[in-house]
């Protein structure tokens, strides 16, 4: 963004000019030699130069025998030229970055590069560390509860990034996903998701670490782990939450609004995920845990993750 700042002209110091020409100021071109006046022009600081003949009392501007009449010059008020002997250089300001807001400096949003792994003689303290997770679970399984207790809880400053909550950022027009599955409804889901990982990368670089939480289908590769891998980067640490069938039916009766689902679709969601059976990443069952709980197994699921991270 343009901070509106109108920078002056620079002139350097004098610099030894080429043989035979005296010296140069940076910043003004060569051979601005100031000109010569003409026979009978007025002399003196501002005079311009005056016409032919003007000094005779003949041709246009002249002003009487003996007298001439200043001809404006041709690029604004006459005054000393910068780059004159005895005209010092005029001071400048420091240039301004572009890549500023006010006075708030963009961070640079590159993706979260994968974790290191910490030295051996070291234990890993996730609650600590500078974070980004992605939980990832059906409806019911408690993913925003416990991201949002998680978040509230770390001694590191942490931001929760739910993607249903910046999905429903679009008010008229919002493609309900329970509405059916079409080319609007993915492509709002594709935008919010594009949304979290920004703010999650600009979270990050600014040292706050993040959990996003999303409902992502082992079997839908476009617009699952790939999008996310893609929009936040490789250092993503995700971690599936699922519990029973039973207890996210009772979870999702307590919903209303367009949060609550059928049963059928509940059962149809969470008959999927269990495709992450076999994935190789983390999978906490909390179906008897409170969110107390599940939030402290997190912590022990990222400690091992940092010390070995998932592949995926």
Request: overall charge neutral; aromatic content about 4%; some cysteine.
């Amino acid at each position: 963004m343009d901070p509106g700042w109108q920078q002056d002209a620079h002139i350097g110091p004098p610099q030894p000019g080429p043989q035979g020409q005296g010296t140069q100021y940076p910043g003004v071109h060569p051979g601005a030699a100031p000109v010569a006046p003409l026979p009978g022009a007025v002399s003196g600081p501002g005079a311009g130069p005056s016409l032919p003949g003007a000094a005779a009392g003949q041709g246009p501007g002249a002003a009487g025998p003996g007298r001439s009449v200043p001809v404006p010059p041709a690029h604004g008020p006459a005054g000393p030229v910068h780059g004159q002997p005895g005209v010092p250089p005029v001071p400048r300001g420091p240039v301004p970055a572009t890549d500023v807001t006010g006075h708030v400096r963009l961070p640079p949003g590159g993706p979260v590069a994968m974790p290191s792994p910490p030295p051996a003689h070291s234990v890993p303290d996730p609650t600590t560390t500078t974070l980004a997770v992605l939980l990832i679970g059906p409806a019911g399984a408690g993913k925003t509860s416990v991201a949002r207790y998680w978040a509230g809880h770390r001694r590191v400053p942490t931001a929760h990034i739910s993607l249903d909550d910046v999905r429903e950022w679009v008010r008229s027009g919002f493609a309900d996903p329970q509405s059916g599955w079409n080319d609007n409804s993915e492509a709002q889901y594709r935008l919010a998701r594009r949304t979290c990982g920004f703010a999650a990368r600009n979270f990050l670089a600014n040292g706050i670490s993040c959990i996003l939480d999303d409902a992502v289908f082992p079997d839908r590769p476009v617009v699952g782990l790939g999008g996310w891998k893609r929009h936040v980067g490789p250092g993503l640490l995700p971690v599936v939450l699922l519990p029973g069938l039973d207890v996210v039916l009772e979870r999702n009766a307590r919903r209303s609004g367009n949060r609550r689902l059928t049963d059928e679709e509940v059962a149809r969601i969470h008959g999927r995920m269990a495709g992450w059976y076999g994935s190789g990443l983390p999978i906490i069952d909390n179906s008897q845990l409170d969110i107390p709980r599940t939030a402290q197994l997190l912590d022990d699921v990222l400690a091992r993750a940092l010390t070995s991270p998932p592949a995926w």
